[in-house]
T-cell receptor
Framework: DADVTQTPRNRITKTGKRIMLECSQT?????MYWYRQDPGLGLRLIYY???????NKGEISDGYSVSRQAQAKFSLSLESAIPNQTALYFC?????????FGPGTRLTVL | AQSVSQHNHHVILSEAASLELGCNYSYGGTVNLFWYVQYPGQHLQLLLK??????LVKGIKGFEAEFIKSKFSFNLRKPSVQWSDTAEYFC????????????FGQGTTLQVKP
């Protein structure tokens, strides 16, 4: 969905490096989410935010942090990347109709 | 543990065959149910959703799903698949009246042979 954008789209980094993934939305939604997708595991929720002052851990938050800089921006950080964080990362927003996903960021940690 | 299970991990069909993908969840109480599709190299798109009312839900591209509360199931169906339906399909559930905190199934890869 072009209304939810993610940068970068692809990133290769080394173990121990700090990485930030950005998400922006023009939908005007208060609720935003970060998921990771791994083969055979579906999507798992890392963090979610119901408004700028509300940040919550999802089911797999260890090793990650987030920042909700504004209603439209929700960033995911890996403070010290490790190889098992290699995955496809999706940002999403939601309203009463459902969740809307960004195009994804493919992250490889060597 | 509360979970969403998709029984078929990889399905191969010929064009015009009928499709049914299973989805079961283990939550009690009120749930909202979704099916998402991910075409190769693309992001997830909503196929259909169930919040309340008629348990037979019709979505985009000829897909439908039936909510059977007694079986905790929300199976996805399509009478006649096309090659363009080749994709990964995800069932998802969230509890209550909001659309936050989706719990996803493992996904089913559908390959349609021309």
């Amino acid at each position: 969905d072009a209304d939810v954008t993610q940068t970068p789209r692809n990133r290769i980094t080394k173990t121990g490096k700090r990485i930030m993934l950005e998400c922006s939305q023009t939908k005007g939604h208060d609720r935003m989410y970060w998921y990771r997708q791994d083969p055979g595991l579906g999507l798992r929720l890392i963090y979610y935010s119901f408004d700028v002052k509300d940040i919550n851990k999802g089911e797999i938050s260890d090793g990650y942090s987030v920042s909700r800089q504004a209603q439209a921006k929700f960033s995911l950080s890996l403070e010290s990347a490790i190889p098992n964080q290699t995955a496809l990362y999706f940002c999403a927003t939601s309203d009463s109709r459902g969740q809307f996903f960004g195009p994804g960021t493919r992250l490889t940690v060597l | 543990a509360q979970s969403v299970s998709q029984h078929n991990h990889h399905v191969i069909l010929s064009e015009a065959a009928s499709l049914e993908l299973g989805c079961n969840y283990s939550y009690g109480g009120t749930v909202n149910l979704f099916w998402y599709v991910q075409y190769p190299g693309q992001h997830l798109q909503l196929l259909l959703k169930y919040f309340s009312g008629d348990p037979l839900v019709k979505g985009i591209k000829g897909f439908e799903a039936e909510f059977i509360k007694s079986k905790f199931s929300f199976n996805l169906r399509k009478p006649s698949v096309q090659w363009s339906d080749t994709a990964e399909y995800f069932c998802a559930v969230n509890k209550g009246s909001n659309t936050g905190k989706l719990i996803f199934g493992q996904g089913t890869t559908l390959q349609v042979k021309p």
